[in-house]
């Protein structure tokens, strides 16, 4: 497999209970894109702190080049207070300014992106003008833009989600999102209608929406697609909906049937919630066990 995906925005430290975990949605979806088979590459920012040296180290060791990660001196590496109280609802306190808000322009990344077979991208990445003015001028020079919609109040406006939306090629967002992008637009949430409504209005090529334990759709090609949800006893849920996007985005570059990948997508997004923290080593062997055994590789 010769794609590459660029994933573009934030990385940064989870502070659970338990102590920091790397994160961030970009680095965890380029994380599992590189383990499921497909180059991917990062562009974020850190500071230049300790913690920025200690992320540097880590995204070095899971496999991605850090050539695309800026150092910025005017702010500190990102760092996100993770609530866990509830397992299956983790609430995050996302401190600002940090690093990943003063992502900058630079020719390397244009030619990267342009190169490139999909450009991966969220809203929370676009709070600060910055970032968002670099990812603006990127979205320009992508073939395939993928919106990870990723809403976290109070980080994000209408205006900016949905003029993102209008750049993307395919979007991917919870049912919690459908329902918020669809009030924006006085229109009903129901899936079945709401999905259809999305990829007319903003010209997707796909729309997905995922149901946490319930699965997951896809509207693709005309069609609505349905994956149940593959039953797993949860650890934590972080990571979870970033493998279930690199997964669905490897089967799309490898044009895998739509109920295929979505059934695989769901899979990988179960696999990682049996596992604490965002970024556990899976590979599509583990995936694929779960899926066809229910129960994971040895």
Known sequence: MHQQVVCFGEVLWDVLPSGKQAGGAPFNVAVHLQQLGVRAHLISSIGPDDLGQELLAFVARKGLATDYLQRTAAYPTGVVHANVADAHNVRYEIVEPVAWDAIGPSAAAEALVARADMLVFGSLAARH?????????????????????????????????????????????????????????????????????????????????????????????????????????????????????????????????????????????????????????ISPADVQALLTTGTKAK
């Open 129 to 281: 003008a910055t970032t968002r003015s670099t990812l603006y001028g990127l979205l320009e020079h992508a073939r395939f833009r993928v919106f990870d919609v990723n809403l976290r109040p109070p980080h994000y406006s209408p205006e900016v989600v949905l003029h993102l939306l209008d750049q993307a090629d395919l979007a991917k967002l919870n049912h919690h999102e459908l329902a918020e992008l669809m009030q924006w637009h006085g229109q009903a949430a129901e899936p079945s209608t709401a999905m259809p409504w999305l990829a007319q209005r903003y010209n997707l090529q796909a729309v997905c929406v995922t149901c946490g334990a319930d699965g997951a759709l896809l509207w693709a090609d005309g069609e609505l697609h349905r994956a149940a949800g593959v039953p797993v006893v949860v650890q934590d849920t972080i990571g979870s909906g970033d493998a279930f996007l690199a997964a669905l985005l490897r089967g799309w570059l490898i044009q895998q049937a739509p109920a295929e990948l979505l059934r695989f997508a769901c899979a990988a997004g179960a696999l990682v919630a049996t596992h604490p923290g965002a970024t556990p080593v």
